[in-house]
């Protein structure tokens, strides 16, 4: 049986997931949650871009553009960093923002 942490995302389940986090990040006001948020949701807009065919960047550069100007430009920049992390070791990202959510791995 496939372990599931390592089973990809169905693209039904990047949708779903994309609206949920856009739904607590509405929510937040806490910056750490905002901060991770911010980066598994433009990880998960540029993994859905990637899988449709589209240029990276051709949606989530409007968010990033948007959320510069909501959260500010140093929030934007560790929100990217955690993106490209979650894009390149999903697994351990998983964990790391497991345990710093205060989330059981």
């Known amino acids: 049986m496939e372990d599931a942490s390592q ?6 389940e990047i949708t779903a ?3 949920r986090i856009d739904g607590l990040l ?5 910056v750490e949650k905002i901060r991770v948020g911010l980066g598994m949701r433009l990880a998960l807009g540029m993994a859905e871009e ?4 589209r240029p990276v960047g051709s949606e989530t550069g409007a968010l990033v553009s948007e959320w510069s100007r909501k959260y500010g430009p140093a929030e934007v920049e560790v929100a990217i960093q955690i993106a490209r ?3 390149l070791k999903p697994e351990e990202m998983r964990k790391l923002m497991g345990s710093r959510l205060g989330m059981k791995n």
Do not use: M, N, Y
């Open 7 to 12: 089973t990809p995302f169905q693209p039904e």
């Open 17 to 19: 997931t994309i609206s």
């Open 26 to 30: 509405a929510k937040t006001e806490d």
């Open 50 to 53: 990637i899988r449709t065919g």
């Open 85 to 87: 992390e979650f894009l």
